[in-house]
Nanobody
């Protein structure tokens, strides 16, 4: 079974930065675009950012535009999420997921994705 691995989370003060990484040992992102989501207890999983494998077009939730940057290092089979100027409301478990781009709907729709990672905790607190 394919399992993506999200890493790079941690505890940072407000205004701090983190870079998350998404990899998939034994699996190649050839025909998959990658999305980042986050979730806090009691709330639905929220789409944060997305990168289209075919043309590297990036998408962001309004709440993170201008602060987060998604990049794909496709030869390394890795997708990064650079998060700057973090705020307490960014605290969540962050997940990456692989989208085969075969289903309709928004990139924010979790039903589009075939494979998910286990999540990495990001805590923004002083």
């Amino acid at each position: 079974e394919v399992q993506l691995q999200a890493s790079g989370g941690g505890l940072v003060p407000p205004g701090g930065s983190l870079r998350l990484s998404c990899t998939a040992p034994g699996f190649v992102f050839d025909n998959y675009s990658i999305g980042w989501f986050r979730q806090v207890p009691g709330k639905e999983r929220e789409g944060v950012s997305y990168i289209d494998k075919t043309d590297d077009v990036e998408y962001y939730a309004d709440s993170v535009k201008g602060r987060f940057t998604i990049t794909g290092d496709w030869p390394k089979n890795t997708v990064y999420l650079q998060m700057n100027n973090l705020a307490p409301e960014d605290t969540a478990v962050y997940y990456c997921a692989a989208d085969p781009v075969t289903r309709p709907g928004s990139w924010k729709d979790t039903k589009r994705y075939d494979y998910w990672g286990q999540g990495t905790q990001v805590t923004v607190s002083s």
